[in-house]
């Protein structure tokens, strides 16, 4: 088993591929770090790997849109599983806290702890890289650049955890995705679709959620993104929690389909929140 995650080694993709791989159940798995989160989706699609890590939200910077549209570009790709994984970020590096002019760190870690950096390193130039681990890979030697990354980053890279913990809302947490190739199950108590609609007349998306609505079904997120054709056409991302009961959610789809220009369900899949 091949599990492609967003590397190098030390990044929260990581921990949550370590989780996810034993919640699967696949001692065998080898894990294969990817440079962005397109690249580990496309290890994926490729048949590089056999299945992939994504992290699709976090809690404080909402939706990846790297993943969102990786799952609407890849209709061969199903979602498996999930994992809710808390995310403690620290300020690590070589030098003292006092002497750093400049942060690196993935964009959404540097979002989730805009207001400490703010408010205790006001003058530092912040610069985005590709993963936290990566940023961590980057300021080893020196003494006047910090990364934003977990503390097992810092041990991965040898760098002294400076400042602990960073993000601004304590219970800020990342949801991370596992896919896979092949079709798209319907297994577990969470759905996750997207579609496009036919009209972009009033009422047209109170209409589609309608289909929701009249069968008890709560929505538990909903997102839209650009459909990159044209201005103001959208995709809309949704999450639906299902109940025990069988075909509800086959009943709105139904229903929802001839709305649509585009449906696509990516899986109905378990989740498990890591306390
Ligand atoms: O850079 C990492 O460590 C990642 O796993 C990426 C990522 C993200 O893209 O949201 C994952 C969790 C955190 O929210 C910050 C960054």
Same mark, same amino acid.
């Given at each position: ?34 440079? &962005?989160?397109? *690249?580990?989706? $496309? +290890? ?10 994504? #992290? !699709? ?88 650049? &910090?990364?934003? *990354?977990?503390? $097992? +980053? ?10 602990? #913990? !960073? ?19 319907h297994?577990?108590?969470?759905a996750?679709l997207?579609f ?11 209409e589609a959620l309608g289909c929701f609505a009249r069968r008890g079904l709560n929505m ?18 949704v999450?639906l929690e299902l109940p025990?009961a069988a075909g509800v959610l086959e009943g709105a789809l139904e229903e929802l389909g001839p709305l649509c220009?585009?449906l696509?369900l990516?899986?109905a ?5 890591? #306390?």
């Amino acid at each position: 088993m091949r599990v492609a995650f967003l590397g190098p080694v030390g990044t929260y993709g990581e921990q949550a591929a370590l989780q996810l791989i034993a919640l699967e159940g696949w001692g065998d798995a080898v894990l294969v770090p990817q440079l &962005g989160i397109r *690249a580990v989706v $496309q +290890a994926l699609a490729r048949g590089d790997c056999d299945a992939a890590v994504v #992290p !699709v939200e976090n809690s404080v910077e909402g939706g990846v849109t790297a993943c969102l549209d990786a799952l609407w570009e890849h209709p061969d790709l199903a979602v498996v599983r999930a994992l809710v994984l808390p995310v403690r970020h620290a300020l690590v590096g070589s030098g003292s806290l006092e002497g750093i002019s400049e942060v690196l760190s993935h964009p959404q870690a540097l979002a989730q702890c805009s207001q400490w950096l703010a408010e205790h390193l006001p003058r530092a130039l912040q610069l985005p890289t590709s993963s936290t681990a990566d940023a961590a890979r980057m300021v080893a030697g020196s003494r006047f650049r &910090g990364a934003i *990354a977990s503390r $097992q +980053a810092a041990v991965e890279h040898g760098l002294q955890v400076l400042a602990y #913990p !960073v993000n601004d809302v304590p219970g800020n947490c990342t949801r991370f995705l596992l896919l896979r190739r092949g079709p798209r199950a319907h297994e577990g108590p969470l759905a996750s679709l997207a579609f496009s609609l036919h009209s972009n007349q009033p009422g047209a998306l109170l209409e589609a959620l309608g289909c929701f609505a009249r069968r008890g079904l709560n929505m538990s997120r909903i997102e839209s993104r650009p459909s990159k054709r044209e201005m103001g056409e959208y995709i809309f991302f949704v999450d639906l929690e299902l109940p025990q009961a069988a075909g509800v959610l086959e009943g709105a789809l139904e229903e929802l389909g001839p709305l649509c220009e585009h449906l696509a369900l990516f899986g109905a899949y378990p989740i498990t929140n890591q #306390p």
